[in-house]
């Protein structure tokens, strides 16, 4: 007798958003082959559609709440809400890319491809529910990252930023396996359920094999998430690296980190929260010190945002610590909010790499309240935001972070929260003082950018156009989201209360 063989069912449903990715990247990949003066932008439209059908598909999946793949992933509301923030991002970035100087020298077909590919491994990321999806999903959002950040072939600082960020990602990668490998010897199991049954019964406090395997896996995601002391390749990595692919890097990989970061703690290893915390709270108050300390001295707005994520990570890492519904809820609700403030603030410093030879120095910015205040009011708001001022939406995201540590008895951890936002007055008054109260430093204008392709180098500075408004409207309506999700929180708030439900129920 032969045992009959049944097959395993696959959900296309909740599979849909992937799958529209998938195909995206196969398309977007073969038009990048077409030669022509309009191939730019049918490349582009080619990936900006693949965003929107996976939007679409991710919208019609939520609610849904179910297991794929024999239990490896979930289309919960938590994953297809971070979605949002992955296609939003990737669609930000590929407008800011259009006449981008550095990613010219690049086939665009090929860097929309790499930059799909690296949304479907945060996709995955999202939704893992299993270890071996968790690295799958990892390195399939990190890999294309590594040829984005280098993709500028003709500045040396593009490529020693793709080769820091390969070189110490890595490391990172297989901190994160020999702990994932640990884990699985420890609980004999990949799943997150069983991984939580056996951390519930034992504990891991008294089994030193457990113990290891999560702090390699915890120092792992704090490498992709900028946690301090693991964020030493970003300040680096970001200044080099074209700034559209920085931008991209700073928000989704962010939310990426924190999507797997929320459901490996608030779900694998939740039973045994109280051995856990305290030493996840430490990394939360080292991450806001150090990112705030750093970010004080910073002349590069690159590198500035970069320790701002640094100190803003370590803000969304107390709402992971005190592992409740509040707390993801707030985390969701800040990483919306992270994605809107870092958008507008960083087409700002793209604009205005692209109009003056400063590049990103914060002297680009100087005086142009009065000169160019389509581009002054959104980085002002933007920098208010992140320092956390009523009506703005950061406000709101500080607030529900606080709200969640006095509620999960870390109020200590809130007072933490409210001195590093007070610390970071420091630098980010100081960029709205350059904007508003300095005079202009009338610098020298680039080559322009004609319309359909790239200039020439100039000799005196980097390539660059005059007024571009694909850029200032992304600036515009990114700052006029914050205001009015700072006024009207409660659509964000719904979908964040959701992915709450979909985990905590």
């Known amino acids: 007798m032969t045992a ?15 799958l529209a990715l998938s195909g995206g990247v196969c398309v977007t990949l073969l038009l990048g082959l077409a030669r022509g003066p309009g191939t730019r932008m049918l490349v582009t439209a080619s990936a900006l559609l693949t965003l929107a059908a996976a939007t679409t598909l991710a919208a019609w999946q939520f609610g849904e709440n179910k297991s794929l793949v024999e239990g490896a992933l979930r289309a919960d509301d938590l994953a297809l809400s971070l979605d949002f923030v992955f296609y939003a991002a990737a669609a930000c970035a ?10 010219s020298h690049a086939s665009l077909g090929d860097y929309s491809a790499l930059l799909l590919t690296s949304v479907t491994g945060m996709t995955v990321l999202a939704g893992a529910t299993n270890l071996v999806t968790l690295f799958l999903g990892i390195e399939l959002l990190s890999i294309p990252l590594y040829v984005m950040c280098a993709v500028d072939l003709h500045r040396r600082t593009s490529l020693e930023s793709g080769l820091k960020y390969l070189v110490i990602g890595s490391v ?43 702090a ?20 680096d990595v970001y200044q080099g690296a074209p700034t559209p692919v920085t931008a991209f890097m700073a928000v989704a990989t962010k939310a990426a980190a924190f999507a797997i970061i929320l459901r490996f703690f608030d779900v694998a290893i939740h039973p045994a929260k109280g051995d856990w915390d305290v030493a996840l709270a430490a990394l939360a108050v080292a991450s806001i010190a150090i990112g705030n300390i750093g970010a004080i001295g910073q002349d590069s707005m690159k590198r500035l945002l970069a320790y701002s994520g640094v100190a803003q990570a370590g803000y969304m890492l107390a709402g992971v610590v005190v592992g409740t519904s509040l707390g993801l809820k707030s985390v969701v609700f800040y990483l919306f909010v ?32 009065a000169s160019r205040p389509a581009l002054a009011w959104p ?79 100039s000799p005196t500075g980097p390539r660059a156009g ?36 979909a985990v905590f129920g």
């Open 172 to 214: 990172g990668s297989a901190t994160l396996l020999y702990g994932l490998a640990f884990i699985y010897g420890a609980t004999g199991s990949t799943d997150f359920g069983p991984i939580a049954h056996a951390v519930g019964r034992s504990g891991i406090a008294h089994d030193p094999l457990l113990l290891t395997g999560i």
């Open 466 to 501: 005059g007024v571009q408004l694909e850029v200032v409207a992304i600036a515009v309506i990114a700052a006029a989201a914050v205001v009015a999700f700072g006024i009207i929180p409660s659509p964000l708030l719904d979908v964040a209360s959701d992915a709450a439900r």
């Open 4 to 18: 009959a063989l049944h097959a395993p069912h696959i959900d296309y449903a909740g599979l849909s958003p992937l």
């Open 338 to 369: 992270y994605l809107l403030m870092n958008v507008a603030a960083f087409a700002v410093v793209i604009a205005r790499e692209r109009e003056t030879v400063l590049g990103d120095d914060i002297e680009a910015v100087r005086g142009i309240g």
């Open 379 to 457: 980085l002002t708001i933007s920098m208010l935001a992140l320092a956390g001022f009523p009506g703005t939406a950061g406000f709101i995201g500080k607030f529900f972070l606080i709200e969640a540590t006095v509620q999960g008895d870390f109020t200590w951890l809130g007072v933490v929260i409210v001195i590093g936002s007070m610390l970071s007055l420091a630098y980010y008054l100081r960029v709205v003082a350059a904007v508003w109260m300095q005079p202009g430093a009338e610098p020298v204008r680039a080559t322009p950018v004609m319309a359909g392709g790239s200039a020439e180098a």
């Open 216 to 235: 390699l896996a915890a120092a792992g995601l704090a490498f992709k998430a900028s946690v301090a002391p693991f964020h030493q390749w970003t300040p």
């Open 94 to 103: 590929l407008i800011l890319s259009l006449r981008d100087p550095g990613t």
